[in-house]
């Protein structure tokens, strides 16, 4: 695949979590805000490309047996380091996101593109991989936490308290279900049944043409 | 193979410790600045700074054997305590409720509470707890001058309609603010 297939594919492919159904934990979990999705998305991102290219780069010296073990570590280790950052240099969206950056490590995306794509290819590959994929996550994360939180809030909230767009207008009644638990499973459903829709009206264009 | 994963581990380990040492004191410095806002809503008057000021008080070790230490900020004004302010914390409905309370030093009463950190129900309790709205300051105010000497009791604040487990979770926080006042007076007011 061309290089920039590489990158692409996280876009649309592979895109996380609604074509790749990979992830889903954080998806309903941090979505309720926009601000949180997108920090949440870009530290993924970063544990992603980070792990992505040390695994590449280590491809021919780990041993089959112990592979996972490693990634495990090498992914954690990006974790620990990321949330260090996150508390030293974003505090806010730290507090946000408090356990699940953590929990990041437990994040399939991770393990499954370092078992499908890391260990077998070069790094700069490996590096594009990461990108796109985190990158496509991230949007997906931004695009959930926008439907959840002006129908759920009617505002959307960034960097804390200071700019918030009040997108519904004063009058709103925040269908206060949205930012729960139950309308993350329900926005998640919904973005899952219509990103798969569009894939279908595309293959069947790509059929018949 | 196990060489290999011991090398990955170790060299692992020294990657997140270098980090680690890099951002120790931004987060710290981080962490302090939180308190530096609430300190000037709950403390009298002062001259000095609280914080660069700050005393910590261990508190004995807690079940895993690690030290606890309080951090009391003091207030001074030439020179003399005026009064401290102190963290503290307990469970409310849905989480933890952090609050900071200033205690004066002669008149032994509560100077101020400011509430940190809720995650309490939106409605009747956001409104009372969110230091931005006006229904804070019926609240929050209330605790003002109230005695150190003993214990508050529910009975003696008015609750948030709605709202009994928040008012009791900021009630019992407060409570223990007080109590550690008062346990360690004389180290804090020296």
């Known amino acids: 695949m061309s290089l920039t297939k590489e990158f692409t594919k996280g876009f649309w ?190 293959e069947r264009k790509k059929r018949s043409a | 193979m196990a060489v290999v994963l011991t090398l990955i581990c170790a060299a692992s380990g020294f990657l997140v410790a270098w980090v680690d040492s890099l951002t120790r004191t931004k987060i710290e410095t981080a962490q302090l600045q939180k308190v530096a806002g609430a300190l000037s809503q709950v403390l009298p008057e002062y001259d000095n700074n609280p914080i660069a000021d700050r005393i910590n008080i261990e508190l004995g070790k807690d079940n895993r054997g690690r030290t606890q230490v309080l951090k009391v900020f003091p207030a001074k004004k030439g020179g003399q305590v005026v009064g401290a302010a102190l963290p503290s914390n307990a469970p409310g409905y849905a989480g933890n409720i952090a609050l900071v309370l200033g205690i004066g030093a002669e008149s032994k009463e509560l100077t101020g509470i400011y509430i940190a950190e809720q995650s309490e129900t939106i409605g009747p309790a956001q409104k009372a707890l969110d230091p931005a709205t006006p229904e804070y300051k019926d609240f929050a105010g209330q605790f003002q001058g109230k005695s150190t000497e003993s214990e508050i009791a529910l009975g003696d604040i008015d609750a948030i309609s709605g709202a009994t487990y928040s008012t009791k979770g900021v009630l019992a926080a407060v409570n223990k603010g007080i109590k550690l006042f008062n346990e360690h007076q004389d180290q804090i007011l020296k």
């Open chain 1, 13 to 202: 492919e592979l895109l996380a979590p609604f074509r790749l159904v990979l992830g889903l934990c954080p998806v309903l979990a941090v979505t309720g805000t926009v601000f949180g999705g997108i920090g949440m998305g870009l530290a993924t991102t970063f544990v992603l490309v980070c792990s992505n290219v040390l695994i590449s780069l280590l491809r021919k010296y780990i041993p089959g047996k112990v592979r996972i073990a490693a990634y495990i570590v090498i992914i954690a280790s990006f974790v620990s380091i990321v949330d260090m950052l996150l508390k030293a240099y974003q505090p806010d969206l730290h507090k946000l996101l408090g356990i699940f950056i953590q929990l990041i490590v437990v994040n399939c995306i991770l393990l499954g593109r370092a078992e499908a794509f890391a260990s077998k290819q070069g790094p700069l590959a490996s590096t594009l991989d990461g990108l796109g994929i985190g990158l496509g996550f991230t949007l997906s994360l931004a695009a959930l936490g926008v439907i959840r939180e002006v129908l759920g809030s009617g505002t959307i909230t960034l960097y804390g308290k200071s700019l918030v767009f009040n997108i519904m207008g004063d009058g709103y009644e925040p269908f206060a279900f949205m930012v729960k638990a139950p309308g993350a499973f329900v926005g998640l459903g919904v973005m899952l049944a219509a990103i798969t829709f569009i894939g279908v009206l595309m």
